[in-house]
Structure formats: C-alpha cells, structure tokens
C-alpha cells in the first residue's frame, strides 16, 4: 500500500484523484493548495497547481517525498526540505473529458533510485507507459508538445476559418485531419511530407498565397521554407 | 450500370480503379495517359493525371463527359469539347496503403443538373459524404488541406526532431497527437486553443525560445503571435 496526498484542485490534480480512488494498493487523499496548513502525511506528496504556486506551496509540505506534475518546470523548482520528484503526464486534460490513463506517458524523475522506484510503482498502478525523464529533456518534450499540440490546433483553427469564411462545412477536413495524426504511428513524420512545398510545385504556392489573408500568407510562407530547408 | 474510364497510373487512379471494381452496377476501364491515342468510351470519363497534364490529356477525349480529379484545378482546366466537372477526394493517398472510401469527402461539380446527379450516383457507389463544391470553393478547400495535412505534418516532423536531439522516443509524443485531432470531432479548434501562446504566458514563452534553433524560433513567434492575435 502506497500513501499518496495530491495538492490542487484543477484537471490534473482532479483526474489523478479519481485514477488512484479505482487502483489497487494505493490511500489517495487530496487537499486544496489553500487549505495547505494542516498537511496529511503521505509516502508521496504530488503538487498539481499552477506552475507559478509549485514552488510556494512546496515551501509548506514537510513530507519525505515530494513531486511536481509540470511539464514545463525543473525538478529543483521544488522548495521542500526533503527528498522531490517529478510525475509528469504528457497528455492534455479537459474538465470533464475521461482519461484513459492506460494510453497516457509518464515522464519520471527523482533524485534517487528509491524514489524513482517508488514513482515507477505508482505510475504503473494507473498506467502503463513509463519513461525516465530529466528536467532538461522534460523542457525539450514540452516544446515539442506546444509544437504538436497548440500550433497544430492553431492550423486546424485557420482550417477551419478559411471553410466558414467559403460556405464549407468544417466536418469535411476532418477525415484528413485524422489520417495526418494517424499516420504517423507508420511512418515518421520525417518520410511522409507531401503537398506543394516539398514538391517545390511553385504555381500551386503562388495561387495558394494569393487566396490567403496577410496573416496566413506569413505563416504559409514560412512553413513552405522550413520544409523546403529539409531538402537541402 | 455507369460505364467509367479512369486515365491515370498514380495513387488516385490506382485506388479508385480497385474501388470501383469491387462496385455494384459499374463497368471500369483503367488507361495509362500515354495509351491516349486509342480511348474506349464511357458515360463518365476521370482523368487522374498530374495538374499539369490534365489540359493536354483532356484535349484528347471525345467522350461526352469528362471530370479530373485534382483539388487545384478548375474545372476549366479540363479542354474536351463536351461536358465537364470535377470528382475530387479530399484525403491523402499513398501508395500501398488501403482506402476506406466510406470516410472520404467527395468533392462534386458539374456544369449541369443532369451531369451532377451522375458522379454523385457514381461517387454513392463507393463513398458516403458527398459535397457538392463550386471551383472557387474547391481551390479554399485545397489550401486549408495544405494546412491541416501538410504544415501539420511538417509541425509533427519538427516534435520528432526535438526528440531526436535530446534522446526522447518520438513515440512519446504520439498520445497528444491523436488527442489533438481526436479532439476537434466534438469541439472546434477555435474554442480549444491551450498553451502558453492563449495564456500569454510571457516566461514559458521566452524558456521555450531560448532552447529552439533559429528556424524553430521564427515558426514558433509567428504561430504564438498568431494564436494571441484570436483574442483581440
């Protein structure tokens, strides 16, 4: 049986709660980061808040082992006294959306073998997708992310804007849009660019950029040159 | 029964030639362009050649219909002397990689009624959505596709680069790639832009920055200034 306390109240912190309440061998209880005066004690505090509150309500904890759940801060962001970790998952979490933490990564750190153990044993009592990750290749995952995650929604959203703006119903993007996400699990990204740019098909471009707003026209542009710059 | 001539040996040709094989109430014929000189008849006739063969191959069908296949192509592209139209795909076809032509938007236009309900009995035989789409619509269409397929792609091949350099498994960033197009089935991807580019997260910006290359950082600035531009 593992202790396990969660500090925080948003969708990580929610999610987590509730996987844990369905896993064997583990007491889950939760607190919220304002009621952080009276603190149960837990084999392994886990920090949801915001990344700005990590290192504040860590300051608070005096429990053995300590861990964040940012993707985007460092191990040492953590102001406890005693041992830290980090147990990050790599997914984005809705509010109300259900989680399957079965598909989920879980990027792990600790500052000792113990406690990496200790962390790979919970993550492994929800999931089952576990990766040994440092602070300075956790940074590097969570700048690929806002490439593959917010940016790839932003295209989707200029997608989208260019339908509504011709009477196009969005829906029919959609296939497309899945069979690009799809694919990759087949071939790297890397080996299935296709389309104008890297066919250097210049008439296509130039009819392209003429039908484009000022705004989209800079991103077409400097999208078709990066993948240009592959073929050098 | 319709009678159909595909011309064309690529991946279109090749994959709507073994769809409408397998077709009820179709009887298909398949020529490569270059066969051009002896050309069977045929109630529709689809020339699935490449942009710029399509004028020439088209000249040379006296056949009373005749569509072509491209999504940046007018249908005045076509130069046979009798009717015209365009029977569009909207998806990505690769070489070896089965179709389900159930999922694929089909793209429609005729320059009349009559030729019109003819390739949507034809595009019925082997699909389900069918559109009906003017030129102009078609070109926008085309150009959104560019996109959410291939700036997407290039933006997934830029999270594998990432990884790559830093010794990640690119596999870790698969789950958020399905989740994120996943996702925009049941919300657009105008209401559920995340990051730090929304949050005008100025410090995660800047971290992000200085671990980027100079290429990475130009997409990077011009797609967070982007996304913050949605909400003036």
């Known amino acids: ?4 306390l969660i500090i925080g109240n948003g969708n990580v912190a929610t999610h987590l709660y509730k996987a844990f309440l369905k896993a064997d061998n583990i007491k889950i209880t939760k607190i919220k980061s304002r009621n952080i005066v009276d603190i149960p004690s837990a084999a392994i505090t886990i920090i949801a808040v915001s990344d700005d509150a990590i290192a504040a309500v860590s300051a608070k904890v005096n429990n053995s082992f300590v861990v964040h759940t940012s993707g ?9 006294k005693s041992n830290k970790g980090v ?17 989920i990564p879980f990027c792990l750190e600790a500052t000792n073998e113990n ?16 990766y040994h990750i440092s602070s300075e290749q956790r940074k590097k995952i969570h700048v690929a992310a806002v490439f593959v995650n917010n940016f ?5 959203k200029i997608g989208q804007d260019i339908c509504e703006e011709n009477q196009i119903p969005f829906e029919i993007l959609q296939p497309l849009i899945q069979e690009t996400a799809v694919k990759i699990k087949t071939v790297a990204p890397k080996n299935s660019q296709t389309g104008p740019a890297i066919r250097k098909d210049e008439k296509t471009i130039k009819n392209h950029l003429e039908i484009l707003n000022t705004q989209q026209q800079d991103i077409y542009k400097i999208l078709t ?6 073929l050098k």
Chains 1, 2 share one sequence.
């Open 225 to 230: 040159a990066s993948i240009q710059d592959t």
């Open 152 to 156: 790839t929604n932003h295209l989707y």
């Open 72 to 80: 985007a801060s460092s191990l040492n962001t953590l102001k406890n």
């Open 1 to 4: 049986m593992i202790s396990v």
């Open 115 to 130: 406690d990496y153990k200790l962390l790979e044993n919970l993550a492994k009592t929800i999931g089952k997708k576990v």
């Open 87 to 103: 147990f990050y998952m790599l997914q984005s979490f809705s509010k109300g959306k259900k989680v399957d933490f079965s598909k």
